[in-house]
């Protein structure tokens, strides 16, 4: 079946890079998604990865993407205090198609 | 941009009792919302998908009778938890749809809803 895993915490200090992983099970996801979710505040999109793709940037963020092992990372660079959130991957079948999701990774940022 | 408003963001209910969530979209139409329920320490799981003017299509294993959605309009989706449990204790978040692919789903803040 069609599964999204996580790690529930992470915590880094100021200023380091941030490492979020998730792995998921279904072959046939074609769009893998990330989330970000503020104290408060509805998920946000931060970025989204086509399955033929490797890798893609986007400032301060770099997803990778390593379909052989079916694991997705998601990079910040520089972290920020206000990077403090609970980040969601997801992933779907077609662009329009349902989203399964992980069940977040709480990051906190240490000043 | 666009706005999901999400109300209550809490609610604390007594068993047996019923229990209406809004989901709102401020600045846009919305013919599809989505509602999700997380258990803690669990995935985001998709409920239902509400559309507008007519019935809503549930997901494997979702009660149709437990969990009323209504669509009534482009702007309003509710979610009723009926005869809530507590075993119905979770945090339930919908989405609204401005567009047809996943990159403009806007998501609302939430609703932590505990019976005791």
């Known amino acids: 079946g069609e599964d999204v895993e996580q790690s529930l915490f992470l915590s880094v200090r100021e200023g380091d890079s941030s490492v979020i992983n998730c792995t998921y099970t279904d072959s046939s996801s074609t769009y893998l998604y990330w989330y970000k979710q503020e104290p408060g505040a509805g998920l946000q999109l931060l970025t989204y990865?086509?399955?033929?793709?490797d890798m893609k940037q986007d400032q301060r963020l770099t997803v990778l993407l390593n379909k052989k092992d079916k694991h997705l990372s998601l990079r910040i660079a520089d972290t920020q205090t206000g990077d403090s959130a609970i980040y969601f991957c997801?992933?779907?079948?077609?662009?329009?198609?349902?989203?399964?999701f992980g069940s977040g990774t709480r990051l906190l940022v240490r000043p | 941009g666009a706005v999901v408003s999400q109300h209550p963001s809490r609610v604390i209910c007594k068993s047996g009792t019923s229990v209406k969530i809004e989901c709102r979209s401020l600045d846009f139409q919305a013919t599809t919302m989505f509602w999700y329920r997380q258990f803690p320490k669990q995935s985001l799981m998709l409920m239902a998908t509400s559309n507008e003017g007519s019935k809503a299509t549930y997901e494997q294993g979702v009660e149709k009778d437990k969990f009323l959605i209504n669509h009534a309009s482009l702007t309003l989706s509710t979610l009723t938890v009926t005869s809530a449990h507590p075993e119905d204790s979770s945090f339930y978040i919908c989405?609204?749809?401005?567009?047809?692919?996943?990159?403009?789903?806007?998501f609302g803040s939430g609703t932590q809803l505990s019976v005791l």
């Open positions: 997801a992933e779907s079948m077609d662009s329009s198609y349902k989203l399964i």
């Open positions: 989405s609204a749809s401005k567009g047809a692919t996943n990159e403009k789903l806007f």
């Open positions: 990865i086509f399955s033929n793709m």
